[in-house]
């Protein structure tokens, strides 16, 4: 059973990502795991360690040299080399009337062939041991060396440099702050972290993600242990895509579609859960594509909190100079603790109630009052004091002073009213108003009205008289455009 236990002491926490990006899941109890790693050797060399590596490189070198060197020696012996060069060396009487061609020249042991094998795979030729035209096996086997040695070396350096040009290095200089944080922005309660680029080369189409990962109980009953669910983040609460020049502030409103919309400060202490970071983006000076990891617990996310600004203009330099040293400095900020569904309840409550009066106002009851504000009674329809919408009669109630026109200033803010009892009206009603107030003013000097009763029919004669004017008068409501009297509405 394959076992992790390079973190096993800094496990305190549960998380599913670290916060330097590496992955905490181990594979355990994987069927045919050694077979299935060979078949894709090149890949599990690049992600091996680099002392398993290096050992592999070392290996496959001496290896192969140790293999053709035994068959140059195989090669030497079967041809009697050996038995010629120990001869001409020790015993030279007994070759002296002999006449020998070597298959490789002073191959004396299988050292020397080692060195031949080394010299041949490697191109080296120092000269003395050479392959002749007598043995076809040693020029088959020539070939077959170079081209050995020529694919290793590739194979070689092929991990070497992938190992070297990995992205996962490139993300080691891509940053996040040790701390996520909530508070408003705009009115609107937002999670917050901070990403940044320590290199003078940038990320190219940069974009970063965010999933929420805790355990969900679904309708049916089933447990899932870690469900995942898409943070809508963005640079400043807008598009994903980042202009990464700097360090960005990543913004996740909790809205009513935010899976944090029911959480507050005091249930982020008792949920778990787990918010993973993903930034993506092509590295400028290769073109690879590379990602950065991070993670955020609820005790590493801090509410009432806003990060410092970290961007400021040299005026010596005429350069903007970023300080890495306030990357992960915060400060407090007026945040309310409630959660963001709480908060909008408080808003849309203190909205209704905010416009209760304008919704009084509104109404039918109330529509009837204001228009019978501007009645008079007795007033004739077929006289000239009666107005084009139709009868007006007044009405003994009265409301405070003042309440009716708190009620209907925000009907009118745009169009010029008058003042009833140190508040505005409707223009509607001030035309009214003065038209009744002019009609009154001008039976001063009438002496009679012919008035049309709809009842019956027939012309009614007054006479005018002071007398007269007067009764009348009082039975009719004065309006003056600055003063209304306390009671005189209804």
Sequence with gaps: MYRQTRFSSRRIRKRVIFKHGDCNVVQGNVAKRRRRYLQDIFTTLVDAQWRWTLLVFACSFLISWAFFGLIWWTIAYAHGDLEWIDNRDN???????????????????FISAFLYSIETQHTIGYGNRFVTEECPEAIFTICLQCITG?????????????????????????????????????GVPCLM???????????IEAHVRAQLI??????????LPFYQQELKVG??????RLMFIWPTTIVHKIDRHSPLYMLSASDMLKERFEVVCMLEGVIES??????????YLPSEILWGHRFVNVVSFRKETGEYEVDYTLFNNTYDVDTPLCSSKELDDLKEE?????????????????????SSVASVDHMDPASDESLDSGRLHTRSNSIPNGALATELEPLNNNTPSFTVGGSSILPSITT???????KINSTNGSSTHNNNNNNNGSNINHSSSNTSLKAKSSRRLSIKQDQLPVDSLC
Excluded at 91 to 109: D, F
Excluded at 193 to 203: A, E, P
Excluded at 235 to 240: L, N, Q, T, V
């Design 350 to 370: 203190y909205s209704k109630n905010h416009k209760a009066g304008l919704d009084r106002a509104l109404s039918a009851g109330l529509l009837k009052h204001i």
């Design 214 to 223: 805790r355990k969900k109980v679904t309708k049916e009953g089933e447990v």
């Design 193 to 203: 972290f901070r990403v940044g680029d320590m290199r003078k080369s940038h990320i």
């Design 235 to 240: 640079a400043d609460g807008g598009e994903d």
């Design 150 to 186: 020529v694919f290793i070396q590739a194979f070689m350096v092929g991990i070497v440099f992938a190992k070297l040009s990995r992205p996962k290095k490139r993300a080691q200089t891509l940053l996040f702050s040790r701390n996520a944080v909530i508070c408003h922005r705009d």
């Design 286 to 295: 290769t073109g690879m594509t590379t990602q950065a990891r991070s993670s």
């Design 432 to 438: 009214n108003f003065q038209s009744i107030n002019e």
């Design 91 to 109: 015993r030279p009487e007994l070759i002296q009337n002999m006449t020998h061609t070597m298959c490789v020249t002073e191959v004396r042991s």
